[in-house]
């Protein structure tokens, strides 16, 4: 069984960083690739970010690229969302997810293992 733990969310102003961690318990990550999914109040579920196992790709929402970078650690078994620039907008609960051998990174159906989700909150 595999366990997601994220953590790292909080409160932050414009312009401010966070960074997420996501760490695996159980079955080890090292051949999978990993995204970060968001949902906002009111708002459907949105991609973010995704990595390759390996790390050699990555891919990003157009509303976060240039700002988020994301990374992973096999040997801690743990993947990472930077966040800089932080806008309003960005405020959600933010989930990592393992996905699956196929379908496409940008879609939350190909992903079969979630966390629980930590908040990020920017004020204006």
């Known amino acids: 069984q595999v366990q997601l733990v994220e953590s790292g969310g909080g409160l932050v102003q414009a312009g401010g960083s966070l960074r997420l961690s996501c760490a695996s318990s159980?079955?080890?990550?090292?051949?999978?690739?990993m995204g970060w999914f968001r949902q906002a109040p009111g708002e459907e579920r949105e991609f973010v970010a995704a990595?390759?196992?390996?790390?050699?790709?990555?891919v990003y929402a157009d509303s976060v690229k240039g700002r988020f970078t994301i990374s992973r650690d096999n040997a801690k078994n743990t993947v990472y969302l930077q966040m800089n620039s932080l806008k309003p907008e960005d405020t959600a609960v933010y989930y990592c997810?393992?996905?699956?051998?196929?379908?496409?990174?940008?879609?939350?159906?190909?992903?079969?293992?979630w966390g629980q989700g930590t908040q990020v909150t920017v004020s204006s």
């Open positions: 997810a393992r996905k699956g051998l196929s379908g496409s990174y940008l879609d939350q159906y190909q992903y079969n293992y």
């Open positions: 159980g079955r080890i990550l090292i051949t999978y690739s």
């Open positions: 990595i390759s196992w390996s790390g050699g790709s990555t």
